[in-house]
T-cell receptor, first 112, second 115 residues
Framework: DAGVIQSPRHEVTEMGQEVTLRCKPI?????LFWYRQTMMRGLELLIY????????DSGMPEDRFSAKMPNASFSTLKIQPSEPRDSAVYFC??????????FGPGTRLTVL | AQTVTQSQPEMSVQEAETVTLSCTYD???????LFWYKQPPSRQMILVIR??????QNATENRFSVNFQKAAKSFSLKISDSQLGDTAMYFC????????????FGTGTLLAVQP
């Protein structure tokens, strides 16, 4: 199993641009999570899906952030327009109820 | 509300020695799960060990073991025979046992293993 796959691994963009982060969860996992990690705020849960349905998006910072999961094997996190304060490492993780959470390698986003 | 507290921002240990990282938590649930994750400089989040709250026996994974004190809501991680590769940020995490499936993280402890 390749584990959770995220792309891109690094993204540098300019303020105001749209950013799309992608995630492929582990096959068979029915829950998918998006986290953001910064020095100031640590690891924050942004949103999570169960069986492709968004369950809790209370961690999404504002309307500039949106997430979708069109099928069991793919999810996106979009920021439009991006701002410098969005610079962080964004992790995708997946799990089933029987196992611990598996994290992807993360996407390091830098917004200039 | 569920909370996880790690009161040690940084710790240091000599290679081959033993170190204990502290974690306390708060939850109103009776059934829940606790985890320790390791994040080395590569940024990858790696599950180190997990504990189900209904199990009294402390979990052990090779050199890693926990001291789970349910009444005190304490969940410390002991690393024996520390190795240079153990240098990393360690996060304690709590997941409720219900359908919510949310994982709450502490702020982390940066462990440095010295040669």
């Amino acid at each position: 199993d390749a584990g959770v796959i995220q792309s891109p691994r690094h993204e540098v963009t300019e303020m105001g641009q749209e950013v799309t982060l992608r995630c492929k969860p582990i096959s068979g996992h029915n829950s998918l999570f998006w986290y953001r990690q910064t020095m100031m705020r640590g690891l924050e849960l942004l949103i999570y899906f169960n069986n492709n349905v968004p369950i809790d998006d209370s961690g999404m910072p504002e309307d500039r952030f949106s997430a979708k999961m069109p099928n069991a094997s793919f999810s996106t996190l979009k920021i439009q327009p991006s701002e410098p304060r969005d610079s962080a490492v964004y992790f995708c993780a997946s799990s089933s109820r029987l196992v611990g959470r598996d994290f992807g390698p993360g996407t390091r986003l830098t917004v200039l | 509300a569920q909370t996880v507290t790690q009161s040690q921002p940084e710790m240091s240990v000599q290679e081959a020695e033993t170190v204990t990282l502290s974690c306390t938590y708060d939850t109103s649930e009776n059934n829940y799960y606790l985890f320790w994750y390791k994040q080395p400089p590569s940024r990858q989040m790696i599950l180190v060990i997990r504990q189900e709250a209904y199990k009294q026996q402390n979990a052990t994974e090779n050199r890693f073991s926990v001291n789970f004190q349910k009444a005190a809501k304490s969940f410390s991680l002991k690393i024996s025979d520390s190795q240079l590769g153990d240098t990393a940020m360690y996060f304690c995490a709590l997941r409720g046992g219900g359908a919510t499936n949310k994982l709450i993280f502490g702020t982390g402890t940066l462990l440095a293993v010295q040669p």
